[in-house]
Antibody, heavy 119, light 107 residues
Framework: EVQLVESGGGLVQPGGSLRLSCAAS????????MNWVRQAPGKGLEWVSY????????YYADSVKGRFTISRDNAKNSLYLQMNSLRAEDTAVYYC????????????WGQGTLVTVSS | EIVLTQSPATLSLSPGERATLSCRAS??????LAWYQQKPGQAPRLLIY???NRATGIPARFSGSGSGTDFTLTISSLEPEDFAVYYC?????????FGQGTKLEIK
């Protein structure tokens, strides 16, 4: 069974940092591209970042570029999002999501981890 | 950046009725459009990929159509579990943006 489990969320002050993790199981993690997608309270989905299976290709939304860094450790079946210089508008549930192998779509999602940026 | 506009924002229907949801792109995305369903407190679930292909395990009452800039998600006969928020997402150009969502509510 495919499982994606996010962790690392919490309350952080504006300007602070946080590192999210996503533990993958039930599939060959090293073969799949991954994404982070976030959802502010009561709002819609916002794509945040993408990383290819080998980490050779990375993209960021303009809203996080220069502040967030996506990475992965295929040996540990884990995806990460390092978030620096956090702002109130970064408050959201952060989901990790897998890209399908034969189809580019987000075919599996984690349950999400809540990040709250507030003083 | 490609902007996806979903309409209507809210759709009120009864079980058994047909639902038609729209997603319009600010420029052509070819057939590179997916639809997701999200229920309260849950992660999104993939329904349709590449405009018209149902994802694994998705009931046949869900169908997608369209290409270029205009896309439609149709639910042929609504079941109680179909009332949720639906999002479209394009994969034609980075950033792979989402629409703002359509809330399908029980009338």
């Amino acid at each position: 069974e495919v499982q994606l489990v996010e962790s690392g969320g919490g309350l952080v002050q504006p300007g602070g940092s946080l590192r999210l993790s996503c533990a993958a199981s039930g599939f060959t993690f090293s073969s799949y591209s991954m994404n982070w997608v976030r959802q502010a309270p009561g709002k819609g989905l916002e794509w945040v970042s993408y990383i290819s299976s080998s980490s050779s290709t990375i993209y960021y939304a303009d809203s996080v570029k220069g502040r967030f860094t996506i990475s992965r450790d295929n040996a540990k079946n884990s995806l990460y999002l390092q978030m620096n210089s956090l702002r109130a508008e970064d408050t959201a549930v952060y989901y990790c999501a897998r890209v399908g192998l034969r189809v580019w779509a987000l075919d599996y999602w984690g349950q999400g981890t809540l990040v709250t940026v507030s003083s | 950046e490609i902007v996806l506009t979903q309409s209507p924002a809210t759709l009120s229907l009864s079980p058994g009725e047909r639902a038609t949801l729209s997603c319009r792109a600010s420029q052509s995305v070819s057939s590179y459009l997916a639809w997701y369903q999200q229920k309260p407190g849950q992660a999104p679930r993939l329904l349709i990929y590449d405009a018209s292909n149902r994802a694994t395990g998705i009931p046949a009452r869900f169908s997608g159509s369209g290409s270029g800039t205009d896309f439609t998600l149709t639910i042929s006969s609504l079941e109680p579990e179909d009332f949720a928020v639906y999002y479209c997402q394009q994969r034609s150009n980075w950033p792979y943006s989402f629409g703002q969502g359509t809330k399908l509510e029980i009338k």
